[in-house]
């Protein structure tokens, strides 16, 4: 057989060098992935409707809420790359991270990059925008959120009306962080 050239690529340095670094705490990564997964419920249930239909979307709202008030504590009290002071940078950070990114100079980060940082603060804030509107909602037909009748109909409309709207904001913000993992 013919002679093979030396390569520059070495698999078993190279897989060596690899080695998966874990970013995030147990806490936190199952945060993600039951939000994840609830976050699909509760849009397949809010869209498709009916009576067991959105008793399931209103249990995962619930679930949601709980989810999102541990994240907020666990930013403060949790492990390393979980605190928000870790991944949460001033305008200076994000403006230079993007101005590097437009121009391919951006570095890798550990973590959340400054301007990731920011998005993970949106979505967050989007989905406990979400939750708590959703608390407050009524569909006209056959579903109350739990605190409707604490408020009047209009003020109870006008946070349905959030709650509808903030929808898209999150989809969009879910299409961003989607994109962002691709690229």
């Given at each position: 057989p013919a002679a093979r050239e030396p390569s520059n690529y070495d698999?078993?340095?190279?897989?060596r060098a690899a080695r998966s670094?874990?970013?995030?705490d147990l806490p936190t990564r199952?945060?993600?992935?039951?939000?994840v997964v609830l976050v699909v419920v509760s849009v397949y249930t809010g869209n498709v409707g009916g009576l067991r239909e959105m008793d399931v979307h209103m249990l995962s709202g619930y679930a949601i809420l709980a989810l999102?008030?541990?994240r907020?504590?666990?930013?403060?009290?949790?492990a390393g790359?979980?605190?928000f002071l870790s991944f949460v940078r001033g305008p200076r950070a994000v403006l230079a991270y993007a101005r590097d990114l437009l121009t391919g100079r951006h570095r890798a980060t550990l973590g959340h990059n400054p301007l990731g940082g920011w998005s993970v603060m949106a979505m967050l804030a989007s989905l406990l925008v979400q939750a708590v509107t959703g608390l407050f909602s009524n569909d006209d037909i056959l579903t109350k959120g739990p605190l409707a009748r604490t408020v009047s109909k209009a003020t109870s409309d006008r946070l349905t009306a959030i709650h509808d709207l903030n929808a898209t904001v999150l989809y969009v913000l879910i299409g961003v962080h989607l994109l962002a993992i691709l690229f």
């Amino acid at each position: 057989p013919a002679a093979r050239e030396p390569s520059n690529y070495d698999a078993t340095s190279s897989a060596r060098a690899a080695r998966s670094v874990r970013v995030w705490d147990l806490p936190t990564r199952l945060f993600h992935w039951l939000l994840v997964v609830l976050v699909v419920v509760s849009v397949y249930t809010g869209n498709v409707g009916g009576l067991r239909e959105m008793d399931v979307h209103m249990l995962s709202g619930y679930a949601i809420l709980a989810l999102l008030l541990f994240r907020l504590v666990w930013g403060f009290i949790g492990a390393g790359e979980s605190r928000f002071l870790s991944f949460v940078r001033g305008p200076r950070a994000v403006l230079a991270y993007a101005r590097d990114l437009l121009t391919g100079r951006h570095r890798a980060t550990l973590g959340h990059n400054p301007l990731g940082g920011w998005s993970v603060m949106a979505m967050l804030a989007s989905l406990l925008v979400q939750a708590v509107t959703g608390l407050f909602s009524n569909d006209d037909i056959l579903t109350k959120g739990p605190l409707a009748r604490t408020v009047s109909k209009a003020t109870s409309d006008r946070l349905t009306a959030i709650h509808d709207l903030n929808a898209t904001v999150l989809y969009v913000l879910i299409g961003v962080h989607l994109l962002a993992i691709l690229f």
